[in-house]
């Protein structure tokens, strides 16, 4: 059974750094594509970044900040996540699947999905 714990979520004021935490079982993580996501309130889940084979992918509304890892030891994927701004705010999701490069934004190309770690950025 494939389970995804995200941890590391908090309230953080503007221009702070926070990094998320995704703890694996059930897969190893340098097996599959490992995605973040997130959705703020009231709005859609839209894709953050993506971790496949030795590729890093991200957003562009996140690119530059927001850098993702993988731990392959600990069977952990991060997002470290700096210079936040309050449109940061959301619940971030991590995300684990058979994922093809020209899809892996796509929240359909993932199986597997944590419960989600809520980010606030607020002054």
């Known amino acids: 059974q494939v389970q995804l714990v995200e941890s590391g979520g908090g309230l953080v004021q503007p221009g702070d750094s926070l990094r998320l935490s995704c703890a694996a079982s059930?897969?190893?993580?340098?097996?599959?594509?490992m995605g973040w996501f997130r959705q703020a309130p009231g709005k859609e889940r839209e894709f953050v970044s993506c971790?496949?084979?030795?590729?890093?992918y991200y957003a562009d509304n996140v690119k530059g900040r927001f850098t993702i890892s993988r731990d392959n030891a600990k069977n952990t994927v991060y997002l470290q996540m700096s210079a936040l701004k309050p449109e940061d705010t959301a619940v971030y999701y991590c995300?684990?699947?058979?994922?093809?490069?020209?899809?892996?934004?796509?929240?359909?190309?993932?199986?597997?999905w944590g419960q989600g770690t809520q980010v606030t950025v607020s002054s």
């Open positions: 059930g897969l190893t993580v340098n097996r599959y594509g």
């Open positions: 971790f496949k084979g030795g590729s890093t």
């Open positions: 995300a684990a699947g058979r994922v093809i490069t020209s899809s892996l934004a796509s929240e359909s190309s993932y199986a597997w």
